[in-house]
């Protein structure tokens, strides 16, 4: 069993940047593809961010290309996405989720565990 804990959202102005971290344990991070979704009020949930098992390929939504960056370290057992130049549409709660598969897929029925995410609010 992966549990999985997000940290690092809070309230930000436009403009401004944050950096979420995923704590992953019951198993070695290296065994899975990491990925980051995000549910506004009221919508379905997103894909945000992709990263490989290595860290050597990544996958971005295209609302969020050249903005956020994901990453991880696998020593760590730790996730991380990088948010810069955040704009008020970015509100929404952060999910960190895992997949046992090789792909950076975008989609949330391909993911196995979920963390129980982080609120992430942009003030314009």
């Known amino acids: 069993q992966v549990q999985m804990v997000e940290s690092g959202g809070g309230l930000v102005q436009a403009g401004g940047s944050l950096r979420l971290s995923c704590a992953v344990s019951g198993r070695t991070l290296s065994s899975y593809v990491m990925g980051w979704f995000r549910q506004a009020r009221g919508k379905e949930r997103e894909f945000v961010a992709a990263i490989s098992r290595s860290g050597g390929s990544t996958n971005y939504a295209d609302s969020v290309k050249g903005r956020?960056?994901?990453?991880?370290?696998?020593?760590?057992?730790?996730?991380?996405?990088?948010?810069n130049g955040l704009k008020p549409e970015d509100t929404a709660v952060y999910y960190c989720a895992a997949r046992t598969g090789r792909e950076t897929l975008k989609s949330d029925d391909e993911y196995d565990y979920w963390g129980q995410g982080t609120q992430v609010t942009v003030s314009s």
């Open 68 to 83: 956020f960056t994901i990453s991880r370290d696998n020593t760590k057992n730790t996730v991380y996405l990088q948010m």
